[in-house]
């Protein structure tokens, strides 16, 4: 890969990297790691293929950056105790993403932290990048069954956690909002 | 399984239009009759919906501004060296001469005696200095993963004409191998 085409692929992919990195972290800093370290991985070895193979590649180390992340964190807390929770406040979002729907979003985030990393990270690639069961098992060498039993456990798990009411309710934020 | 864990084992692909028409038809089938699976597909709808929802992040201008710097400081990777082809081109081929010479060494060196001497295969030998078919062949796999690993790396480094050399290099090499009768076979000398 060349100086321009990783350019290219930074200015293309950046925000869908933090993004993803920010959702299954939800630190500011760990996702900053995760992505520079994801486009320096890229810059030393990133494969000489088109741009929808890079995304890929790129989704599967920022995965596997998110995951090792979280596990290391989790090992941190287990120590020290759990972050301050206000500290979500400093998060750096567009200013249209403040809505009054804020919070009902982060019940759903705080309900997605409650799920293992990779499960989270999987959960995060199908239901909000909207990729495909059979693209991310591609993308993550897993078996499309395998994936589907993992889905369909999480789903349980939310649905524990988001018990109906609030499901409901962030439902309803987001009718209004919309 | 029930009829019922199999469509709720498939409406996430459902919902997502994964499934093939048959397994479609199935969950449809079943979905227009069973309340308890129509209550989880509106789940699984309503999931979909929240999950899309999740906040949306912005990478920070600084962050992209520490990438680029971050990468400003790398040495450029060695295929990126146009300028030093011939040097980084040396050092692969050095490399990776030195893993196939290493294999055939360890491999051919130890047993080379009996592949030399024609005259000793007229009288039994020891089992432990005779080549077995197995030895043979797993000596054989050793220098051909050797030589595909040397033709791999100058493929890797875009080194077409070196990497058809070696190819040629390779099926001579194993044409003349297969040619070789086999040390151990009474008659394996004439």
Known sequence: MDRTTFNRVLTDQRHRVYSHAMQCLRDPDDAADVTQEAFLRLWRRGPDVDDERLAAWLTRVTHNLCIDHSRRAKTVRNRLGRPDPTALDELSTRPEQIDPAGDRRQEMLDALETLPAETRSIMLMHYYQGLKLREIADMLGKNVNSLKVRIHRARKALRDVLDETTVDAISAARRESG | MTRCELATGMLTGYVAGELGPMEQAIVAEHLAECAGCQAELAREQKLRALMGDVPAYECPDELTAAITAAVDAEPAPRHHQRTRRFHSWSGTLA????????????????????????????????????????????????????????????????????????????????????????????????
């Open chain 2, 95 to 190: 490399a990776a001469s030195l893993v196939a010479a290493a294999v055939l060494l360890a491999v051919v060196l130890p047993r080379s005696e009996p592949l030399l001497d024609a005259t000793a295969v007229s009288d039994p030998q020891p089992e432990s200095t005779s080549w077995t078919q197995d030895e043979l062949d797993r000596a054989r796999e050793d220098a051909q993963w050797a030589l595909a690993f040397t033709a791999s790396i100058i493929d890797k480094a875009e080194k077409q004409t070196m990497a058809d050399v070696m190819r040629r290099l390779q099926e001579e090499t194993f044409s003349g191998f297969r040619g070789r009768s086999t040390p151990t076979s009474p008659g394996g000398q004439g």
